[in-house]
C-alpha cells in the first residue's frame, strides 16, 4: 500500500478517475469475503454498532435499478428501518436470488452503525486530507446488498470507493456530459441526489438521443475485490453491484473547508433569481460570474488594500465566510 505522502502525490490535482488494483485486497472484511459471503456478513455483524440500518426491497421486475416508479410520484423500491442482523439473513437466504429481487443498504455512515471498522480497515488518507489548512476529514460510509443497479449521479465530494466483496461495474463521465445524460427532478431523487433518467441496462435512443454522446465520452472499469477507485469531484457515475453479495466501502472529502458552504446551495439560488430572466440579462449575469467564480483566476479586490477587500478577499477566511452567509440569509428573507 502506498503511503500518506504517496497517495497524495498521486490523487493531488487529478481530474479524472484513477483505479488502484489491489489497494485494500489484504484487509479483513475484503479477505472474509473471498472466503465466502457468509463469513463476510458474519465479520460485519462483529463491527455492527446494533443499530437498525435503513434498506430497501426491489421487487423482481425492478432488474435491481433503485429508480423511480412509472408516474414519478414515488420510488420503485420499499424502503424502511430494518435490523441488521435481518438484513444480513435475508442476504443470505438462497430464495432472494431465486426471487429475481434485491435487497440494498445504501449508503451507511461507519462511526455511528460499523465503529469497530476504521481501526482495521484504513487507507493512509492524512496527508491528502490535511494538506490543506481547515479540510474536513472523509466521511467513510458503506455500500451493502445484492444485484443493484443505481441510476447515474455525480457528488460534490471526491471519492475514494473501495470494492471489498463482490464486484462492480463503474460507467464515468465527465462533468460536462451533464447535458447528455439526462437529469430528472433535483428535489426528489433517489438517495436525494439528481440522477440520470436513461436506464443503462435498455437506453430507450428515441427518448434520450445524446445518450449516445455521453456513451462515447465515457469510461467504464469493473473493480475486483480489494480494489479501489478515485471518483474525482463532480464526475458523473452509473453503479452496478454484479454478485450475489456486494461490499464498498467509499470515502468523501472536499477540497474546502465546510465553512465555505455547498455550491447546490448557490445553483439553487440562480435558478430561483437567475434562470427566468431575458437572455440578455442573463447574458450579463453570464459575465459577473465569469469574472469573480469562474475564471482561471476569478477577478475582484486585487486592486484595493487588504483592509478594503471585504467579500473580495481571497480566501475568504471562516470569520468573512460566516458573515457572507448572514448576508445571504437576510437577503433572501426579505
Not at 22 to 42: D, K, V, Y
Not at 113 to 125: D, E, K, S, T
Amino acid at each position: 500500500m502506498p503511503d500518506a505522502t504517496a497517495l497524495a502525490a498521486m490523487l493531488a490535482g487529478a481530474d479524472t478517475p484513477i483505479v488502484l488494483r489491489g489497494l485494500c485486497r489484504h484487509w479483513p472484511l475484503t479477505q472474509a469475503g473471498l472466503q465466502s459471503p457468509s463469513a463476510a456478513l458474519a465479520l460485519l455483524q462483529q463491527y455492527s454498532a446494533g443499530l437498525p440500518v435503513s434498506a430497501c426491497y426491489l421487487p423482481a421486475e425492478t432488474g435491481g435499478r433503485v429508480f423511480y416508479n412509472a408516474d414519478f410520484s414515488g420510488f420503485n423500491y420499499q424502503g424502511g428501518p430494518l435490523p441488521f442482523a435481518d438484513l444480513c439473513q435475508r442476504l443470505l437466504d438462497p430464495a432472494l436470488a431465486q426471487s429475481g429481487a434485491s435487497i440494498y443498504m445504501g449508503s451507511t455512515e461507519v462511526g455511528q452503525y460499523f465503529p469497530g471498522i476504521r481501526a482495521q480497515h484504513q487507507l493512509p488518507l492524512d496527508c491528502l486530507l490535511n494538506g490543506g489548512a481547515g479540510a474536513a476529514q472523509a466521511l467513510v460510509s458503506i455500500w451493502l446488498g445484492s444485484k443493484s443497479r443505481i441510476a447515474a449521479h455525480y457528488d460534490f465530494p471526491h471519492n475514494l470507493a473501495c470494492n471489498l466483496v463482490g464486484h462492480r461495474r463503474f460507467t464515468l463521465f465527465p462533468p460536462e456530459q451533464v447535458v447528455n445524460l439526462y437529469p430528472g427532478p433535483m428535489e426528489f431523487a433517489p438517495g436525494g441526489q439528481d440522477v440520470s433518467l436513461v436506464d443503462f441496462a435498455a437506453p430507450d435512443f428515441d427518448r434520450f438521443p445524446r445518450f449516445a454522446q455521453a456513451l462515447d465520452a465515457g469510461l467504464q472499469v469493473t473493480l475486483e475485490p480489494g480494489d479501489v477507485l478515485f471518483m474525482p469531484s463532480m464526475w458523473w457515475h452509473h453503479v452496478e453491484a454484479l454478485d450475489a453479495l456486494n461490499l464498498l466501502l467509499t470515502h468523501w472529502w472536499r477540497d474546502t473547508p465546510a465553512y465555505l458552504g455547498r455550491p447546490n446551495n448557490a445553483l439553487l439560488n440562480a435558478m430561483l433569481s437567475i434562470r427566468h430572466l431575458p437572455k440578455a440579462q442573463r447574458k450579463a449575469w453570464q459575465a459577473l460570474f465569469d469574472y469573480y467564480i469562474f475564471a482561471d483566476e476569478p477577478g475582484g479586490g486585487a486592486e484595493l488594500p487588504p483592509a478594503a477587500q471585504g467579500l473580495l478577499r481571497q480566501p475568504l477566511d471562516e470569520a468573512t465566510a460566516r458573515a457572507l452567509r448572514s448576508l445571504i440569509i437576510q437577503k433572501l428573507q426579505r
